[in-house]
Protein backbone atom coordinates (compact mmCIF):
# COMPACT_ATOMS: atom_id res chain seq x y z
CA UNK A 1 0.00 0.00 0.00
CA UNK A 2 1.33 3.27 -0.52
CA UNK A 3 0.85 6.53 1.51
CA UNK A 4 0.76 9.68 -0.64
CA UNK A 5 3.36 12.72 0.39
CA UNK A 6 1.75 15.93 -0.41
CA UNK A 7 3.40 18.98 -0.32
CA UNK A 8 2.16 22.39 -0.40
CA UNK A 9 2.95 25.99 -1.71
CA UNK A 10 1.49 29.01 -2.35
CA UNK A 11 1.32 32.62 -3.08
CA UNK A 12 -0.55 36.06 -2.50
CA UNK A 13 0.27 39.14 -2.76
CA UNK A 14 1.68 39.70 0.59
CA UNK A 15 3.72 36.41 0.83
CA UNK A 16 4.90 34.77 -2.20
CA UNK A 17 6.24 31.63 -2.64
CA UNK A 18 5.71 30.11 1.21
CA UNK A 19 5.40 26.74 2.17
CA UNK A 20 2.27 25.51 4.09
CA UNK A 21 2.20 22.80 6.35
CA UNK A 22 0.52 19.25 4.61
CA UNK A 23 -3.05 18.90 4.89
CA UNK A 24 -5.23 16.25 6.38
CA UNK A 25 -7.47 13.79 4.81
CA UNK A 26 -11.16 15.56 4.41
CA UNK A 27 -13.10 15.20 7.25
CA UNK A 28 -16.11 12.18 6.51
CA UNK A 29 -18.67 12.61 3.78
CA UNK A 30 -16.54 15.82 2.58
CA UNK A 31 -17.91 15.52 -1.40
CA UNK A 32 -14.92 16.35 -3.60
CA UNK A 33 -14.97 19.81 -5.56
CA UNK A 34 -12.00 18.98 -7.83
CA UNK A 35 -11.10 15.60 -8.96
CA UNK A 36 -7.99 13.90 -11.23
CA UNK A 37 -9.70 11.65 -13.80
CA UNK A 38 -7.75 9.26 -16.01
CA UNK A 39 -7.31 11.15 -19.10
CA UNK A 40 -4.22 11.64 -20.26
CA UNK A 41 -3.73 14.86 -22.59
CA UNK A 42 -0.46 16.39 -23.93
CA UNK A 43 2.82 15.77 -23.60
CA UNK A 44 4.86 18.46 -21.71
CA UNK A 45 7.83 20.18 -23.21
CA UNK A 46 8.59 23.15 -20.94
CA UNK A 47 8.99 26.39 -19.76
CA UNK A 48 10.69 29.11 -20.56
CA UNK A 49 11.34 33.03 -21.81
CA UNK A 50 12.97 34.96 -24.33
CA UNK A 51 16.76 35.87 -24.41
CA UNK A 52 16.63 39.27 -25.58
CA UNK A 53 19.57 42.23 -25.62
CA UNK A 54 18.09 44.35 -23.26
CA UNK A 55 17.59 41.73 -21.03
CA UNK A 56 21.03 41.06 -21.07
CA UNK A 57 22.26 44.88 -20.42
CA UNK A 58 19.97 44.53 -16.77
CA UNK A 59 21.54 41.35 -16.04
CA UNK A 60 25.17 42.73 -16.52
CA UNK A 61 24.15 45.42 -13.59
CA UNK A 62 24.45 42.77 -10.95
CA UNK A 63 27.31 41.52 -9.09
CA UNK A 64 28.83 38.47 -10.23
CA UNK A 65 27.07 36.44 -7.01
CA UNK A 66 23.89 37.35 -7.21
CA UNK A 67 24.19 36.89 -10.82
CA UNK A 68 25.01 34.03 -10.81
CA UNK A 69 22.31 33.06 -8.37
CA UNK A 70 19.33 34.83 -10.79
CA UNK A 71 20.48 32.64 -13.86
CA UNK A 72 20.79 29.50 -11.63
CA UNK A 73 17.12 30.12 -10.37
CA UNK A 74 16.31 30.37 -13.82
CA UNK A 75 17.67 27.45 -15.73
CA UNK A 76 19.66 24.84 -13.45
CA UNK A 77 17.45 21.41 -13.46
CA UNK A 78 17.23 22.13 -9.56
CA UNK A 79 16.29 25.56 -9.12
CA UNK A 80 13.53 28.08 -8.64
CA UNK A 81 12.26 28.40 -12.08
CA UNK A 82 13.85 25.06 -13.51
CA UNK A 83 13.71 26.29 -17.88
CA UNK A 84 13.68 24.13 -20.45
CA UNK A 85 13.22 25.72 -23.61
CA UNK A 86 13.58 29.20 -24.52
CA UNK A 87 13.39 31.13 -27.24
CA UNK A 88 16.07 34.18 -29.07
CA UNK A 89 15.56 36.25 -32.27
CA UNK A 90 17.09 36.51 -35.44
CA UNK A 91 18.49 39.48 -35.71
CA UNK A 92 16.70 42.68 -33.93
CA UNK A 93 13.30 42.51 -31.77
CA UNK A 94 11.65 44.97 -30.07
CA UNK A 95 13.73 44.76 -27.11
CA UNK A 96 17.13 44.89 -28.55
CA UNK A 97 19.37 47.87 -27.47
CA UNK A 98 18.66 49.23 -31.50
CA UNK A 99 17.90 47.71 -35.01
CA UNK A 100 20.02 44.81 -36.89
CA UNK A 101 19.65 42.46 -39.08
CA UNK A 102 22.53 39.88 -39.98
CA UNK A 103 23.10 41.12 -43.31
CA UNK A 104 22.49 44.39 -44.28
CA UNK A 105 24.46 44.44 -47.43
CA UNK A 106 22.50 44.88 -50.19
CA UNK A 107 21.56 42.29 -53.11
CA UNK A 108 23.86 39.48 -51.36
CA UNK A 109 21.84 37.00 -52.34
CA UNK A 110 24.47 34.36 -51.89
CA UNK A 111 24.42 35.71 -48.02
CA UNK A 112 28.70 35.84 -48.78
CA UNK A 113 27.96 38.81 -45.56
CA UNK A 114 25.59 37.08 -43.14
CA UNK A 115 27.25 37.67 -39.62
CA UNK A 116 26.04 37.11 -36.15
CA UNK A 117 29.01 39.01 -34.78
CA UNK A 118 26.85 40.60 -32.66
CA UNK A 119 25.09 38.33 -31.43
CA UNK A 120 28.65 37.29 -29.98
CA UNK A 121 28.33 40.50 -27.69
CA UNK A 122 24.81 40.17 -26.44
CA UNK A 123 23.17 37.44 -26.91
CA UNK A 124 25.38 34.73 -27.63
CA UNK A 125 27.30 34.97 -23.73
CA UNK A 126 23.78 35.44 -22.07
CA UNK A 127 22.78 31.80 -23.98
CA UNK A 128 26.03 29.92 -23.00
CA UNK A 129 25.74 30.92 -19.36
CA UNK A 130 22.37 29.46 -19.41
CA UNK A 131 23.26 26.47 -21.15
CA UNK A 132 26.42 25.89 -18.87
CA UNK A 133 23.47 25.19 -16.07
CA UNK A 134 20.91 23.00 -18.27
CA UNK A 135 22.99 21.67 -21.09
CA UNK A 136 19.57 20.03 -22.42
CA UNK A 137 17.71 23.65 -22.58
CA UNK A 138 16.33 23.98 -26.37
CA UNK A 139 15.92 26.68 -28.38
CA UNK A 140 13.61 28.16 -30.87
CA UNK A 141 14.41 31.22 -33.10
CA UNK A 142 12.46 33.65 -34.77
CA UNK A 143 12.67 36.90 -37.01
CA UNK A 144 10.87 39.86 -36.13
CA UNK A 145 11.88 41.66 -39.83
CA UNK A 146 14.16 40.20 -42.89
CA UNK A 147 17.26 42.60 -43.64
CA UNK A 148 15.65 45.72 -45.08
CA UNK A 149 16.99 45.33 -48.71
CA UNK A 150 14.12 42.56 -48.78
CA UNK A 151 11.49 44.04 -47.99
CA UNK A 152 8.67 46.68 -49.29
CA UNK A 153 9.36 49.14 -48.37
CA UNK A 154 13.00 49.17 -47.39
CA UNK A 155 12.96 49.31 -43.82
CA UNK A 156 13.30 47.59 -40.81
CA UNK A 157 9.45 48.16 -39.45
CA UNK A 158 5.93 47.79 -41.25
CA UNK A 159 6.04 46.39 -44.95
CA UNK A 160 6.55 43.09 -46.94
CA UNK A 161 8.94 40.59 -47.70
CA UNK A 162 9.86 41.35 -51.48
CA UNK A 163 7.81 38.34 -53.56
CA UNK A 164 10.50 37.57 -56.28
CA UNK A 165 11.99 33.70 -56.51
CA UNK A 166 15.61 34.94 -55.78
CA UNK A 167 14.89 37.25 -52.73
CA UNK A 168 12.94 33.96 -51.42
CA UNK A 169 16.15 31.78 -52.13
CA UNK A 170 18.13 34.28 -50.48
CA UNK A 171 15.69 34.56 -47.32
CA UNK A 172 15.75 30.89 -46.63
CA UNK A 173 19.39 30.57 -47.02
CA UNK A 174 19.28 33.52 -44.44
CA UNK A 175 17.64 31.19 -41.77
CA UNK A 176 20.16 28.00 -43.07
CA UNK A 177 23.04 30.50 -42.17
CA UNK A 178 21.76 31.52 -38.80
CA UNK A 179 21.27 28.04 -37.80
CA UNK A 180 24.60 26.75 -39.02
CA UNK A 181 26.24 30.21 -37.74
CA UNK A 182 24.98 29.04 -34.05
CA UNK A 183 26.17 25.63 -34.33
CA UNK A 184 29.81 26.68 -35.01
CA UNK A 185 29.15 28.53 -31.65
CA UNK A 186 27.94 25.06 -30.18
CA UNK A 187 24.82 26.51 -29.67
CA UNK A 188 21.90 23.92 -31.20
CA UNK A 189 18.95 25.71 -32.67
CA UNK A 190 16.19 23.66 -32.29
CA UNK A 191 13.18 25.56 -33.74
CA UNK A 192 13.08 28.18 -36.33
CA UNK A 193 9.38 29.88 -36.69
CA UNK A 194 8.92 31.98 -39.43
CA UNK A 195 8.23 35.42 -38.99
CA UNK A 196 7.21 36.96 -34.94
CA UNK A 197 3.79 38.10 -35.36
CA UNK A 198 3.00 37.10 -39.02
CA UNK A 199 0.28 40.57 -38.93
CA UNK A 200 1.93 42.59 -36.77
CA UNK A 201 2.56 45.86 -38.62
CA UNK A 202 4.59 48.35 -36.09
CA UNK A 203 7.05 51.03 -35.58
CA UNK A 204 9.61 48.19 -34.02
CA UNK A 205 11.09 45.64 -36.25
CA UNK A 206 8.05 43.84 -37.73
CA UNK A 207 7.26 42.10 -41.45
CA UNK A 208 3.15 40.92 -42.83
CA UNK A 209 2.85 37.82 -44.52
CA UNK A 210 -0.60 36.19 -45.26
CA UNK A 211 -1.17 32.69 -45.02
CA UNK A 212 -0.87 31.89 -48.90
CA UNK A 213 2.64 33.49 -48.05
CA UNK A 214 3.61 31.34 -45.53
CA UNK A 215 2.67 28.24 -47.37
CA UNK A 216 4.25 29.06 -50.35
CA UNK A 217 7.88 29.89 -48.57
CA UNK A 218 7.84 27.23 -46.21
CA UNK A 219 6.90 24.81 -48.99
CA UNK A 220 9.05 26.05 -51.90
CA UNK A 221 11.78 27.63 -50.21
CA UNK A 222 12.17 27.03 -46.69
CA UNK A 223 12.00 23.37 -46.35
CA UNK A 224 13.79 22.02 -49.26
CA UNK A 225 17.02 24.67 -48.42
CA UNK A 226 17.37 23.05 -45.02
CA UNK A 227 17.04 19.56 -46.63
CA UNK A 228 19.39 20.68 -48.85
CA UNK A 229 21.65 21.66 -45.90
CA UNK A 230 21.08 18.61 -44.19
CA UNK A 231 19.64 20.76 -41.18
CA UNK A 232 17.48 18.75 -38.61
CA UNK A 233 16.07 22.18 -36.95
CA UNK A 234 12.17 22.12 -36.87
CA UNK A 235 10.09 24.32 -39.48
CA UNK A 236 6.93 25.64 -36.89
CA UNK A 237 4.47 27.81 -38.31
CA UNK A 238 4.64 30.33 -35.75
CA UNK A 239 4.63 32.99 -34.27
CA UNK A 240 1.13 33.55 -34.86
CA UNK A 241 -1.05 36.65 -33.24
CA UNK A 242 -4.02 38.41 -34.69
CA UNK A 243 -4.93 41.89 -36.44
CA UNK A 244 -5.81 44.84 -34.55
CA UNK A 245 -8.12 46.13 -33.54
CA UNK A 246 -8.65 42.62 -32.09
CA UNK A 247 -12.74 43.50 -31.06
CA UNK A 248 -13.04 44.04 -35.14
CA UNK A 249 -11.27 40.85 -35.79
CA UNK A 250 -13.45 38.82 -33.21
CA UNK A 251 -16.97 40.73 -34.33
CA UNK A 252 -16.31 39.68 -37.89
CA UNK A 253 -15.57 36.28 -37.01
CA UNK A 254 -12.16 35.48 -38.72
CA UNK A 255 -9.98 33.47 -37.40
CA UNK A 256 -5.74 32.87 -37.55
CA UNK A 257 -6.85 29.40 -38.04
CA UNK A 258 -8.86 29.82 -41.20
CA UNK A 259 -6.48 32.56 -42.51
CA UNK A 260 -2.90 30.70 -41.31
CA UNK A 261 -3.05 27.19 -39.77
CA UNK A 262 -5.71 26.24 -42.20
CA UNK A 263 -3.83 27.59 -45.50
CA UNK A 264 -0.43 26.34 -44.90
CA UNK A 265 -1.24 22.87 -43.32
CA UNK A 266 -3.97 22.21 -45.73
CA UNK A 267 -1.30 21.93 -48.09
CA UNK A 268 0.43 18.47 -48.07
CA UNK A 269 3.73 19.87 -50.06
CA UNK A 270 3.90 22.44 -47.16
CA UNK A 271 3.04 20.52 -44.02
CA UNK A 272 4.75 17.80 -44.23
CA UNK A 273 7.50 20.19 -43.07
CA UNK A 274 6.08 21.86 -40.35
CA UNK A 275 6.81 20.40 -36.93
CA UNK A 276 4.30 22.23 -34.64
CA UNK A 277 2.00 25.66 -34.73
CA UNK A 278 3.10 28.56 -31.94
CA UNK A 279 0.62 31.29 -30.92
CA UNK A 280 0.60 34.12 -29.18
CA UNK A 281 -1.49 37.25 -27.75
CA UNK A 282 -5.13 37.23 -30.06
CA UNK A 283 -3.45 33.88 -31.78
CA UNK A 284 -4.89 32.17 -28.86
CA UNK A 285 -8.85 32.69 -29.66
CA UNK A 286 -7.34 30.27 -32.75
CA UNK A 287 -5.51 27.42 -31.27
CA UNK A 288 -8.56 25.24 -29.79
CA UNK A 289 -9.64 24.88 -33.57
CA UNK A 290 -5.91 24.35 -34.94
CA UNK A 291 -5.34 21.54 -32.37
CA UNK A 292 -8.71 20.22 -32.76
CA UNK A 293 -7.76 20.01 -36.89
CA UNK A 294 -4.11 18.74 -36.01
CA UNK A 295 -3.71 17.03 -33.21
CA UNK A 296 -0.94 14.77 -34.45
CA UNK A 297 1.03 18.59 -33.98
CA UNK A 298 2.88 19.79 -31.23
CA UNK A 299 1.74 23.50 -29.94
CA UNK A 300 3.45 26.25 -28.23
CA UNK A 301 2.48 29.53 -26.60
CA UNK A 302 5.17 31.52 -27.82
CA UNK A 303 5.14 34.84 -25.97
CA UNK A 304 3.44 35.53 -23.34
CA UNK A 305 1.26 38.77 -23.32
CA UNK A 306 3.21 41.70 -21.72
CA UNK A 307 1.60 44.08 -19.65
CA UNK A 308 2.69 47.67 -19.00
CA UNK A 309 5.68 47.72 -16.82
CA UNK A 310 3.73 48.08 -13.47
CA UNK A 311 3.65 44.23 -12.70
CA UNK A 312 0.84 44.16 -10.67
CA UNK A 313 -0.42 41.33 -8.94
CA UNK A 314 -3.61 42.21 -10.76
CA UNK A 315 -2.10 41.65 -13.83
CA UNK A 316 -0.33 38.55 -12.54
CA UNK A 317 -3.82 36.87 -11.99
CA UNK A 318 -4.69 37.44 -15.91
CA UNK A 319 -1.18 36.12 -16.75
CA UNK A 320 -2.52 33.16 -14.84
CA UNK A 321 -5.86 32.71 -16.59
CA UNK A 322 -3.36 32.27 -20.33
CA UNK A 323 -1.21 29.84 -18.59
CA UNK A 324 -4.38 27.84 -17.90
CA UNK A 325 -6.35 28.72 -21.37
CA UNK A 326 -3.28 27.61 -23.10
CA UNK A 327 -2.80 24.08 -21.24
CA UNK A 328 -6.61 24.08 -21.56
CA UNK A 329 -6.47 24.01 -25.37
CA UNK A 330 -3.14 21.87 -26.09
CA UNK A 331 -0.16 23.52 -25.81
CA UNK A 332 2.66 21.63 -25.44
CA UNK A 333 4.78 24.53 -23.66
CA UNK A 334 4.96 28.09 -22.88
CA UNK A 335 7.35 30.78 -22.75
CA UNK A 336 7.13 33.91 -20.93
CA UNK A 337 8.80 37.30 -23.12
CA UNK A 338 11.53 39.43 -20.74
CA UNK A 339 12.82 37.12 -18.26
CA UNK A 340 14.41 40.22 -17.06
CA UNK A 341 14.28 43.78 -17.80
CA UNK A 342 15.39 47.14 -15.95
CA UNK A 343 12.63 49.27 -13.88
CA UNK A 344 9.94 50.16 -16.14
CA UNK A 345 10.54 47.89 -18.86
CA UNK A 346 11.16 50.35 -21.81
CA UNK A 347 11.39 49.52 -24.69
CA UNK A 348 14.09 50.81 -27.62
CA UNK A 349 10.93 51.27 -29.89
CA UNK A 350 9.10 52.89 -26.35
CA UNK A 351 6.60 50.28 -25.08
CA UNK A 352 6.28 49.08 -20.94
CA UNK A 353 6.32 45.78 -20.45
CA UNK A 354 6.10 43.59 -17.57
CA UNK A 355 8.92 41.04 -16.47
CA UNK A 356 9.41 38.15 -14.85
CA UNK A 357 12.42 39.80 -12.83
CA UNK A 358 13.65 43.97 -12.62
CA UNK A 359 16.99 44.71 -11.96
CA UNK A 360 17.50 48.34 -10.64
CA UNK A 361 21.14 49.31 -11.89
CA UNK A 362 21.73 52.04 -9.30
CA UNK A 363 21.07 49.46 -6.39
CA UNK A 364 22.31 46.68 -8.48
CA UNK A 365 19.73 44.43 -6.88
CA UNK A 366 17.45 42.16 -8.77
CA UNK A 367 13.11 41.85 -7.75
CA UNK A 368 11.28 39.10 -8.44
CA UNK A 369 7.64 40.29 -10.02
CA UNK A 370 4.45 38.66 -9.34
CA UNK A 371 4.56 36.86 -13.29
CA UNK A 372 7.96 35.54 -11.92
CA UNK A 373 5.85 33.21 -8.80
CA UNK A 374 3.07 32.50 -11.28
CA UNK A 375 5.65 30.85 -13.58
CA UNK A 376 7.48 28.91 -10.59
CA UNK A 377 3.98 27.57 -9.85
CA UNK A 378 4.08 26.44 -13.12
CA UNK A 379 7.75 25.54 -13.89
CA UNK A 380 9.13 24.10 -10.84
CA UNK A 381 7.22 20.93 -10.75
CA UNK A 382 6.27 19.98 -14.07
CA UNK A 383 9.45 18.62 -15.93
CA UNK A 384 9.32 18.16 -19.59
CA UNK A 385 7.86 14.75 -19.76
CA UNK A 386 4.84 15.07 -17.73
CA UNK A 387 1.16 14.13 -19.37
CA UNK A 388 -1.23 16.56 -18.62
CA UNK A 389 -4.04 14.95 -16.51
CA UNK A 390 -7.86 15.29 -16.83
CA UNK A 391 -9.79 17.59 -14.01
CA UNK A 392 -13.56 17.32 -12.88
CA UNK A 393 -15.76 19.32 -11.08
CA UNK A 394 -15.86 23.09 -9.73
CA UNK A 395 -12.69 24.20 -9.02
CA UNK A 396 -11.41 22.66 -12.72
CA UNK A 397 -11.63 25.87 -14.38
CA UNK A 398 -9.22 27.38 -12.20
CA UNK A 399 -6.67 24.35 -12.41
CA UNK A 400 -3.80 22.41 -14.32
CA UNK A 401 -2.33 19.21 -13.45
CA UNK A 402 0.26 17.19 -14.41
CA UNK A 403 1.97 13.28 -13.90
CA UNK A 404 5.46 13.74 -14.19
CA UNK A 405 7.46 11.00 -15.67
CA UNK A 406 7.91 10.09 -11.65
CA UNK A 407 4.53 9.14 -11.69
CA UNK A 408 3.88 11.87 -9.13
CA UNK A 409 0.98 14.33 -9.83
CA UNK A 410 1.76 18.45 -9.88
CA UNK A 411 -1.69 20.68 -9.54
CA UNK A 412 -1.58 24.41 -9.89
CA UNK A 413 -4.49 25.85 -9.03
CA UNK A 414 -5.70 29.63 -8.26
CA UNK A 415 -8.24 31.24 -5.84
CA UNK A 416 -9.35 34.36 -8.07
CA UNK A 417 -12.26 35.64 -5.78
CA UNK A 418 -12.09 37.57 -2.72
CA UNK A 419 -12.54 35.41 -0.20
CA UNK A 420 -10.65 32.29 0.83
CA UNK A 421 -12.60 29.54 -0.19
CA UNK A 422 -11.63 25.59 0.46
CA UNK A 423 -10.60 22.98 -2.14
CA UNK A 424 -11.25 19.59 -1.80
CA UNK A 425 -9.12 17.52 -4.24
CA UNK A 426 -9.59 14.04 -4.70
CA UNK A 427 -5.88 12.47 -6.20
CA UNK A 428 -7.44 8.96 -6.98
CA UNK A 429 -6.22 7.45 -3.91
CA UNK A 430 -7.15 10.25 -1.17
CA UNK A 431 -9.26 13.33 -0.24
CA UNK A 432 -7.70 16.25 1.08
CA UNK A 433 -8.80 19.77 2.38
CA UNK A 434 -7.02 23.06 1.47
CA UNK A 435 -8.07 26.63 2.15
CA UNK A 436 -7.18 28.58 -0.61
CA UNK A 437 -6.81 32.12 0.80
CA UNK A 438 -8.60 35.01 -1.22
CA UNK A 439 -6.66 36.18 -4.96
CA UNK A 440 -3.74 33.19 -4.47
CA UNK A 441 -2.04 30.81 -6.63
CA UNK A 442 -1.20 27.12 -4.87
CA UNK A 443 1.16 24.15 -6.48
CA UNK A 444 -0.12 20.89 -4.55
CA UNK A 445 2.38 17.92 -5.20
CA UNK A 446 1.22 14.43 -4.47
CA UNK A 447 4.08 11.79 -4.30
CA UNK A 448 3.08 8.04 -3.58
CA UNK A 449 5.21 6.66 -0.67
CA UNK A 450 5.59 3.28 0.16
CA UNK A 451 4.14 2.65 3.66
Same mark, same amino acid.
Given at each position: ?122 ? &??? &? ?31 ? %? ?73 ? &? ?53 ? %? ?152 ? &? ?7
Amino acid at each position: MSVPMIKWFTSTEQAAWVEQKAPEQAAPGTAPNLTVTGESHQVLEGFGGCFNELGYEALSALPEEERAKLMHDLFHPEGEQRFSICRLPIGASDYALEWYSHNETDGDYAMEHFSIERDRKYL &IPY &IKEALALNPELKLFASPWSPPTWMKFPKAYNYG %TLRWEPENLAAYALYFVKFVQAYREEGITIHQVHVQNEVVADQKFPSCVWTGEQLREFIRDYLGPAFEAHGLDTE &IWLGTINAPEPWDEWLKHKSSDHDAFAGVVLGDPEAYKYVKGVGYQWAGKYAIQR %TVESYPELRYMQTENECGDGKNTWFYAKYVYNLYHQYFSNGVHAYIYWNMVLAPQGRSTWGWEQNSMLTVDPDLRQAEANPEYYVMQHFSRFAAPGSVRTGLAGPWSGHATAFRTPAGGLTLVVANPYKESRMLHLHNGTALHSFRLEAESFHT &IVVEEQAD
